[in-house]
């Protein structure tokens, strides 16, 4: 009976270490914008280019280092530059190179300790449960991005946004214990086979495919572009999200602040329920279909945003965009 648990064992491992290396400090970096704004007089493209501008630079770091290393030693790594980055946030000046670099520092942690690692030993130990296991550990991300908004607000206008920011880059320190001890890459590490099975799947008997045989199959393509479409969308959001909120009639601090907030809270919440719900869909109906109909749903989602204005609740949208997210983030 020990033997068929302890994959579940993993699986509440990278629940905490997925929230804290992802939920954390992605979902709540774009509240600090319009400080950034105030403090320095940088613009809104400014801003918003460091990320960006970091995905370009790091695109070679998840298929050159990642393949090489244990999951499990990535994430330590990987959370340990996001606290650098952060650090590095809470001291900079209005130096726009010296924040580009951190937004790099960043992006390279993001990678070595986000959705890669723990998708791939989410993978390792499970098969045929596999979409309800993903969902749960991607449900660690909503869970603790949304306790990141009750942290983030109260910390920044009672103390200020750069304590706030390095008290979320301490925080990453709290996922090593579980990597070091918990995590563990595969279940041959215990001694096990994915799923608590008796004998090895017939999917481990599958020789692995080639990058040059995946680059010649159409379903690839129409992945990797429907995915960045996706995801491009599902990013440009959260990380405008409290821009556009300010240049929709939010001008007060502490109304912008709790429109935000409010807004962070329901998506996160919302997509608990994308995530478990989709990861369920995932194991029962065929992904590709699945897939398609988060699509619409993300789609749907975005002309919401605009609707958000001081006279208005901002629940509608981010109960639909917080869904739409948590279900394509977890199914890609």
């Not at 937004?103 to 390279?108: A, K, L, Q």
């Not at 579980?178 to 020789?207: C, H, N, T, W, Y």
């Not at 939010?250 to 989709?278: C, M, P």
Request: aromatic share 16%.
């Amino acid at each position: 009976m020990n033997k068929r648990l302890y994959g579940w064992w993993i699986t509440a491992a990278a629940f905490f270490t997925f929230g804290i290396s992802v939920g954390l400090p992605y979902y709540n970096m774009p509240f600090f914008y319009d400080y950034y704004k105030k403090a320095f007089g940088w613009s809104t493209a400014d801003i918003t280019l460091g990320f960006p501008l970091a995905a370009i630079l790091t695109l070679w770091v998840g298929p050159i280092i990642i393949p090489r290393f244990s999951p499990r030693k990535l994430i330590i790594v990987g959370t340990g530059l996001t606290f650098l980055a952060f650090l590095g946030f809470s001291q900079m000046g209005s130096s726009l190179l010296v924040y580009y670099f951190l937004w790099f520092v960043y992006t390279v942690g993001y990678i070595l300790s986000g959705p890669i690692p723990h998708q791939i030993v989410i993978s390792h130990w499970f098969r045929k449960k596999r979409g309800r296991a993903m969902g749960v550990v991607y449900v660690g991300v909503g869970l603790i991005g949304a306790l990141g908004s009750y942290i983030v607000k109260p910390l920044t206008e009672s103390l200020n946004f750069h304590q706030a920011l390095l008290i979320i880059g301490l925080i990453m320190f709290l996922a090593w214990p579980l990597a070091m001890f918990i995590l563990r890459d595969k279940p041959s590490d215990k001694g096990q086979f994915p799923d608590g099975d008796e004998v090895p799947s017939a999917e481990q008997k599958i020789e692995a495919k080639t990058f040059g045989y995946l680059l010649g199959q159409w379903s690839f393509w129409l992945l990797l572009i429907g995915s960045l479409c996706s995801i491009g969308s599902i990013g440009a959001i959260n990380q405008h999200m409290k821009l556009v909120f300010k240049d929709s009639g939010f001008t007060d601090q502490q109304a912008l602040n709790s429109v935000w907030k409010a807004a962070s809270v329901g998506i996160l919440i919302s997509s608990i329920g994308g995530r478990l719900l989709i990861g369920w869909f995932a194991d029962i109906f065929p992904m590709k279909y699945v897939m398609t109909v988060t699509y619409f749903i993300v789609a749907a989602s975005i002309p919401l945003l605009l609707g958000v204005k001081p006279s208005t609740n901002p629940l509608l949208f981010a109960i639909v965009f917080g869904f739409a997210m948590g279900a394509d983030y977890m199914l890609i």
